[in-house]
């Protein structure tokens, strides 16, 4: 049963590395999106793509961020130069194609620490 | 500016009795609304979901009810039990929105043997 997988389950970084965390949808599912939970609050939404196609990238941060899902492997969430405020816990989720209206599915996610 | 908000950072219920969770929304464009349940360490798992042209939906345990003159929506767990104790998260979407889900910020339901 595979649903979304997200590696590496836990990052640690100090401040000024980059973070490359991965996501790889349900088998079937084109469409991916990532999220970011802060401590104590919510998920919020960073950017929606499909293959090859940034769709909506209004959550993501001008500066420092970058998210691609190419036409092979995983989707890819890059964040440079990381600062303290970038630790928190980024889900990635997918949906199948042709239904605007569906749940999305959640990977388990992966908790990046900046030290 | 919280469009979807949990005002309940927490409740503890008996188990075999029921569970209601609360939610508000501000916008008025959104059109489908979700919970989703989290356990530590894990990522959010789909409960239920309801469209806006209803006003509820049922499946087995769970109950969502909307209420859209008053943009308010609930979850009710009957009978509640040990194992549904987690963090529940309301979200919602919108037509046209490309489909982002905005998130309510959850309230962590106890529910005691």
């Known amino acids: 049963n595979a649903g979304v997988m997200q590696n590496p389950r836990h990052l640690v970084r100090r401040r000024g590395q980059e973070a490359r965390l991965r996501c790889s949808p349900v088998k079937g599912h084109s469409h991916v999106y990532w999220y970011r939970q802060l401590p104590e609050e919510g998920l919020k939404f960073m950017v929606y793509?499909?293959?090859?196609?940034?769709?909506?990238e209004s959550g993501m941060p001008k500066e420092r961020f970058s998210a691609e899902f190419p036409k092979e492997g995983p989707s890819i969430l890059r964040i440079q130069q990381v600062v303290r405020g970038d630790s928190a816990a980024y889900f990635c989720?997918?949906?199948?194609?042709?239904?605007?209206?569906?749940?999305?599915?959640f990977g388990p996610g992966t908790r990046l620490t900046v030290l | 500016d919280q469009q979807v908000k949990q005002n309940s950072p927490s409740l503890s219920v008996q188990e075999g009795r029921i569970s209601i969770l609360n939610c508000d929304y501000t916008?008025?464009?959104?059109?489908?609304f979700l919970w989703y349940k989290k356990y530590p360490a894990e990522g959010p798992t789909f409960l239920i979901s309801i469209s806006s042209i209803k006003d509820k939906n049922e499946d087995g345990r769970f109950t969502v009810f909307l209420n859209k003159s008053a943009k308010h929506l609930s979850l009710h767990i009957v009978p509640s039990q040990p194992g549904d104790s987690a963090v529940y998260f309301c979200a919602a979407m919108t037509a046209g929105s490309a489909r982002q889900l905005t998130f309510g910020s959850g309230t962590q339901l106890t529910v005691l043997p």
């Open positions: 989720a997918s949906s199948p194609p042709g239904v605007s209206y569906n749940e999305q599915f």
């Open positions: 793509l499909q293959k090859e196609n940034i769709i909506d």
């Open positions: 916008n008025s464009m959104f059109d489908y």
